[in-house]
Nanobody, 119 residues
Framework: VQLVESGGGWVQPGGSLRLSCAASGMISRVNSMGWYRQAPGKQRELVASITSGDVKNYRDSVKGRFAISRDNAKNTVYLQMNSLKPEDTAVYYC??????????????WGQGTQVTVSS
């Protein structure tokens, strides 16, 4: 299963970006989908996740600014990021877990997309 991310870039503080991550391959089922980020010199951290039942979870620092959603027909997860701050600067990675067509469990990571917030 491969994940392809898009939507990163540079934005001024207060701006918005939308990240997308599409899963492809022999997928039977997708369970949780999520976004992580890693800033230079820091550990990778969970930003937001969404279950197959549409239960969403956010880290405190992005609540009210970021929104995660998914399109099950496209096996795609999105992260709408508003009111961006310089401290949101990081490489953002998507993560998906599920089962392939052989009903084998998988967990895959995207290649990462850079988000830079600065003036």
């Amino acid at each position: 299963v491969q994940l392809v991310e898009s939507g990163g870039g540079w934005v001024q503080p207060g701006g918005s970006l939308r990240l997308s991550c599409a899963a492809s391959g022999m997928i039977s089922r997708v369970n949780s989908m999520g976004w992580y980020r890693q800033a230079p010199g820091k550990q990778r951290e969970l930003v937001a996740s969404i279950t197959s039942g549409d239960v969403k979870n956010y880290r405190d620092s992005v609540k009210g600014r970021f929104a995660i959603s998914r399109d099950n027909a496209k096996n795609t997860v999105y992260l709408q990021m508003n009111s961006l701050k310089p401290e949101d600067t990081a490489v953002y990675y998507c993560n998906v877990d599920g089962a392939d067509d052989g009903l084998n469990a998988f967990q895959s990571w995207g290649q990462g997309t850079q988000v830079t917030v600065s003036s």
